[in-house]
């Protein structure tokens, strides 16, 4: 990367792209004195309970960003990263990771953007997780959720892009949370596709520790989004927006990946 970059500087770097800490190290060492200001995004999932022994938080508080610290959190660049079956198995860890070696590494300013999941663009949203929900309402078929569904929070993808751009023109470092206000829990999102759709979902209850749809989650680990807000972003709710993300999936051809 050293030797692609040669003796190009740049304002700020935008990484969307890093998943591990051996990457994060090869990036530092690369961008190290080349530009002022180094932006990194993560994801909501560094909260998540079931990957890491994080403290617990009652349900209904919203989890803030010290609740993992990347200026104390272990790195092991000896883990097998590069196997790919590994990386996604561990997509959280590798996450945090990244984070803490940026945080330690100096050279520019850091800050890491912790993501909400992200909806909207119709086939942009290439994971296909709004089209699990909006395929099966419209043709009848089973949602499988939990028992008792807890809340999470999402960011239209064009609210996280103006949040990027904000964060590379600032000075503030560290991690930042990204979601849009108000939390929604996997029958709020049926809900809503099903007043567009015109069909009702139907859902199927699964048991303890079985795998349910996607945003359908039994352990709490929603973000709050206030230190964003008091470094000066606004952010949309989520219901303003969301309606808009179904209709777009609505209209699109059904997704290979749901």
């Known amino acids: 990367m050293t030797a692609a970059l040669a003796s190009r500087s740049f304002d700020v770097v935008v990484d969307q792209v890093c998943y591990t800490p051996v990457q994060a190290a090869i990036a530092a060492r690369a961008f190290a004195g080349r530009t002022r200001r180094y932006v990194m995004t993560s994801t909501i999932e560094v909260y998540d309970p079931a990957t890491a022994a994080l403290p617990a938080v009652p349900p209904g508080t919203p989890v803030p ?64 997780r709004l089209a699990h929900y909006t395929e099966r309402i419209t043709q009848g078929e089973e949602i499988a959720v939990h028992a008792k569904a807890l809340p999470t929070v999402f960011i239209h993808y064009e609210e996280l892009a103006d949040l990027l751009l904000w964060a590379t023109m600032a000075d503030f470092t560290g991690p ?83």
Not at 85 to 104: D, M, P, S
Not at 205 to 219: K, W
């Open 65 to 128: 960003e010290e609740m993992v610290d990347p200026a104390t959190w272990l790195v092991a660049m000896d883990l097998p990263w590069h196997d790919n079956v590994y990386l996604e198995a561990h997509y959280a860890e590798g996450k945090r990771q990244a984070e803490a070696v940026f945080a330690r590494a100096g050279g520019f300013e850091f800050t890491s953007v912790r993501s909400a999941h992200v909806l909207g663009g119709g086939t942009q949203e290439f994971t296909g």
């Open 176 to 258: 930042l949370n990204a979601c849009s206000d108000g939390p929604l829990d996997v029958r709020g999102l049926a809900a809503t596709i099903a007043a567009q759709a015109g069909r009702e979902p139907v859902y199927r209850t699964v048991p303890a520790g079985e795998e349910a749809s996607p945003f359908s989650f039994d352990r709490h680990y929603a973000m709050s989004n206030a230190r964003a807000k008091e470094l000066g972003f606004s952010f949309s709710r989520t219901t303003d927006w969301l309606p808009g993300a179904v209709a777009e999936t609505l209209t699109t051809e059904p997704s290979p990946t749901a």
